[in-house]
């Protein structure tokens, strides 16, 4: 038997494993014992009120609509990263992370601040008729902010890897820029692509700080679904708060089983295709 190159596989493998029961089976275990402590009745009377659903809606309608500009914005920035140079690339490349780096917080106070009506993007705004903050489109952008290094950084890589050969070789013999784009480029960070709007719209579902302050948090028009959880939390309405959770937790492993299931097809597809 050759041996590894990491040795203790079973002293890593045991660690590995303790690390994902402590830290993610568990808390989501004690969420769905919680959670069924109610009776079927009383889960679909929470899930089913007016605010819930009002909340639900908001959120996953507006983290859509920002992964789906992540998705274009995020893409075509990775690409000048990945195949361009020109002054400050450094700079900006160090940018991309910057949502990472800052606190959720920060960046809604920031946001609120830059789309108010006396901000510097809100008042132009506003004298087109345009108010952000405190509307569903303010969720959007706030959504969009904290999530777009995903996207970034997960199809940057791919791109860089690429090359230029293939579409070289692809224009000599009389293909065109959308051809190469749709049946070269497209498929070959499809699979990362994917990857990246699925953690976008993820971290969009559970984002909190940045989104609460440019909000407004008025229910039924612009409260999230975290917002009310924390609400119902505060109010020791632990059951509401668990129920609610569970519905946003079952919503997040259906997307990731649609997600796996498309990146196995499109791999599949790709490895025939290269036979």
Known sequence: MPRSVIPGFGLSFGITVLYLGAIVLLPLGALILKASDIGPAQFWAIISSPRTLAAIRLTVTMALVATLFNAIYGTLLAWVLARYQFPGKRLLDALVDVPFALPTAVAGLALTALFAKNGWFGAPLDQLGLQVAYTPLGVAIAMAFTSIPFVVRTVQPVIEDLGTEVEEASRSLGASDFQILSRIILPSIFPALLAGCSLAFARSLGEFGAVIF????????????????????????????????????????VMLIITNTVQAWQLRYLGRSGQ
Do not use: S
Not at 225 to 247: G, H, K, M, P, S
């Open 214 to 253: 440019i909000a407004g948090n008025q229910p039924m028009k612009t409260e999230i679904v975290a917002l009310l959880t924390f609400i119902r939390l505060e109010e020791y309405d632990y059951q509401a708060a668990a129920a609610i959770a569970c519905v946003m937790l079952a919503m997040a492993f």
